[in-house]
């Protein structure tokens, strides 16, 4: 057998059969499935097709509830909190995303907390459906631990990502999507696999020392980006996607990756702004400032534009299907 | 003339009769000199007494109105914007916080924009504030051009610092206040003054290249925290603090030092979360135990801890007036 390159249509269709064969409703493998293959298709392997077999095996032994029905009540003027029921976070991220378009236009600014929830994926495509609304948005999850507070050898903190998007008139949105960990957990997951080394400066030992060891590094922390700063910006969004909605911190927070244990119950935070109400109609004119300001640097870029090119060219050229995804869950 | 150490109260007299003579309304010069005693008092000397002569120098000259009064305008049912009329950044960011103090008890999440503002000082304080209320903040600030975006050579964004503060019940709350540089600039100009070469990684010439020598730095540009990571937390404080609210982005500021050129008209962005419209009545045990795990680790702290250590001890022992202050605008 060996691997396939398809459409993004016909790969959508293969995962979401695959999620539908593990205990997953049909409408929300079809939320999965759009969001595994436009990351894939984004060139965010973490966050694409690799995930297809532990989300399967978390459905399977009900880790993941994949006929969670997620619900959305509002708490305040300005506020939502969704429970995503220990289901797939994306469909809950969905309902947050279309109430948030809805609210803001009345509040100026609304925001939804999400609980019992599970791995978000790229968050940067969940603040860049807000910003094709028209709106900025902001979003920050937290994830199991991974990094330890200054100071400390243990793991308190998710790898946590912050993503911001704002729209851009005439062209698509800039988007920040990042980690607060230094690099992802995937490059030492790739370096075990392969036995080499890590760069110096990735990854703490059990001890708190820093580490070339993948094995001990797995044992150990993640370092933050920036050192100091990092680690507390990884409190910061511990404590807005966990803390201030009522889900389990990173170390309590089980794996997203194991069929075993109780479900992650992990949380999100999403704002919305609407521009109207702050700056009025300067805005477009304001960000387009901007963005020249950058572009006129040689050299210089728009953040998010490598994944824009990605999915051009995914959707030109298709995604490719690994050999051992197609034994597992096949024909494509 | 020599330094004198005297009780806050009177370094805040002194400073605020120092800006009174300075074409400073008395309202005005009282809430200026709590900021900058605060800082000063927290150890954070780069928002503190330090300011003072290029306070004074900008009151006078009109470059900062110090008869300006600020307004506040409710923009929808959760946003609010502030007029600073280019006076100081203080008297509008206090109305801020006092309005979303308010309206975030009604409405979940409420945010203020401040425009046509000034240097905001040391962000954590406004945080906190809101903090000591029952709220958790988010302020984001833009400051005059100093990082460049990833891969050019010219500022484009500010050193734009992100403060984050949480209540911990029956103790001080937790605050996170860090620019999105590497180190503050002030470490440059210390060099310069002292000449001697400042590290390698703080900084990067005219050209782009990294540089040791504070003079090429100070015309060249500042790193960011965690390199491109950083550059892209620059451009999102850049958008949601100027962009969004109608501001000047950092590369059209004037400078918050010298008397001369226009009103750098830069912008704030601060967010209030009401704690009960999102976990509830759970949000203080959940944080209590955020920070218990934190605290049971060896070597590890809540960041801000030395702030309010510094605070206790200058609230006994004082603050020093530097003797150059004092000829300049004595007697204490």
Same mark, same amino acid.
């Given at each position: ?8 249509? $016909? ?101 939804? *907390? ?18 094709? *609304? ?108 966990? *803390? ?59 953040? *998010? ?26 024909? $494509?």
């Amino acid at each position: 057998m060996a691997d396939e390159t398809v459409s993004l249509d $016909v790969a959508r269709g293969f995962v979401a059969r695959a999620l539908e064969a593990n205990r997953t409703a049909p409408e929300t493998a079809r939320l999965v499935a759009d969001a595994l293959v436009l990351a894939e298709a984004d060139g965010l392997k973490g966050h694409g097709l690799s995930r297809l077999e532990s989300y399967a095996a978390q459905a399977l032994s009900g880790k993941v509830d994949g006929h969670a029905e997620p619900s959305v009540t509002k708490t305040a003027a300005a506020s939502l909190m969704v429970d995503a029921a220990h289901g797939f976070a994306y469909p809950a991220i969905g309902l947050a995303i279309e109430a948030l378009k809805a609210l803001s236009g009345e509040t100026g600014i609304a925001a939804a *907390g999400i609980r019992r929830s599970h791995h978000c994926g790229a968050a940067g495509h969940h603040v860049e459906r807000l910003a094709r *609304g028209g709106l900025v948005a902001l979003m920050f999850a937290n994830t199991p631990q991974a990094i330890a507070p200054w100071g400390g050898k243990a793991g308190v903190f998710g790898t946590n990502p912050i993503a911001f998007a704002a729209p851009l008139e005439g062209r698509d949105p800039v988007v920040v999507d990042m980690s607060v960990s230094k690099v992802a957990r995937g490059n030492i997951l790739k370096a075990r696999q392969e036995g080499t080394p890590i760069p110096e400066g990735w990854a703490f030992g059990p001890d708190g020392e820093p580490t070339t060891d993948p094995e001990s590094a797995l044992e150990g922390t993640m370092a933050a980006m920036g050192d100091a700063k990092g680690a507390a910006l990884a409190l910061m969004v511990e404590v807005l996607a966990a *803390g201030l909605v009522g889900a389990s911190f990173a170390y309590e927070a089980s794996n997203f990756f194991s069929g075993d244990g109780p479900p992650p119950d992990t949380g999100q935070l999403i704002l919305a702004f609407a521009p109207a109400a702050f700056a009025g109609p300067a805005f477009a004119e304001r960000m387009a400032a901007l963005a020249g300001a950058i572009e006129a640097q040689d050299g210089a870029r728009l953040p *998010g534009l490598r994944r824009y090119e990605n999915r051009a060219r995914a959707e030109r050229e298709g995604v490719t299907i690994p050999a051992a995804l197609i034994a597992r869950f096949g024909p $494509v």
